[in-house]
């Protein structure tokens, strides 16, 4: 959160002139894309949730990123990003799903909200009852398993590296040095790929929920 606060006090800072800055430009194209991707899946009333969307986008980005930095190798008690762990993103998939719930009822009522259960036929209501109970499931070994693999990957190199090993008069450790960079540009990518994917997802769940009958 201090992170978070500090990334955005910088980039607000940016506003106190009239100049339009990269940082600006980069910072609302992104809001300006999850405005049209909310406003073009749910509809029109999708546009206020576009300030929710932007945040849960925002803070699953910067706890995935978060483990690129280098503090478990420095021998620190804590490190890695929150989100390489289940319990991290079980807590965000739950949020999630009883929020889409909440705002379900309060549109279509408790019977309007879940009669898309007994959809298309009444005998089909055990299996869509684990479809929707599937969908926070799904979200959160999806955001998880993705950051921990790419955390596992640059320990096993680092493993490697540290190990000295030999194969023939090829030392694999010091070939293996120059992987963590790339290593690290991967887990970048990743990490926002996924945030991005956990907020479409989000979006899509929520317009589901609250899709008018026709």
Excluded at 156 to 184: D, F, K, R, Y
Aim: hydrophobic share 55%; proline share 4%.
């Amino acid at each position: 959160m201090v992170l978070a606060l500090a990334f955005f006090w910088w980039l607000g800072s940016s506003y106190k002139t009239n100049r339009v800055r990269k940082t600006q430009a980069t910072f609302e194209g992104i809001i300006q894309f999850l405005s049209d991707l909310a406003v073009g899946t749910i509809g029109p009333k999708g546009e206020r949730f576009v300030p929710v969307f932007v945040g849960i986008f925002l803070f699953i980005w910067i706890l995935n990123e978060f483990g690129v930095l280098f503090l478990k190798a420095l021998g620190l008690p804590f490190g890695g990003s929150p989100t390489a762990d289940l319990n991290t993103t079980a807590a965000f998939a739950l949020c999630v799903f009883f929020g889409i719930q909440f705002l379900a009822i309060r549109k279509n009522g408790f019977f309007g909200a879940y009669a898309h259960l007994f959809k298309p036929y009444w005998f089909l209501f055990p299996i869509n009852v684990i479809e929707e109970i599937a969908r926070p499931v799904v979200l959160a070994m999806r955001l998880a398993f993705n950051i921990l693999a790419g955390e596992l990957l640059l320990f096993v190199v680092a493993t490697i590296i540290v190990s000295n090993v030999q194969v023939g008069p090829v030392n694999i450790s010091v070939l293996s040095s120059v992987a963590p960079i790339g290593i690290e540009f991967f887990n970048f990518l990743i990490g926002t790929i996924q945030a991005f994917v956990f907020t479409l997802l989000t979006i899509v769940y929520l317009s589901l929920a609250t899709a008018e009958e026709h």
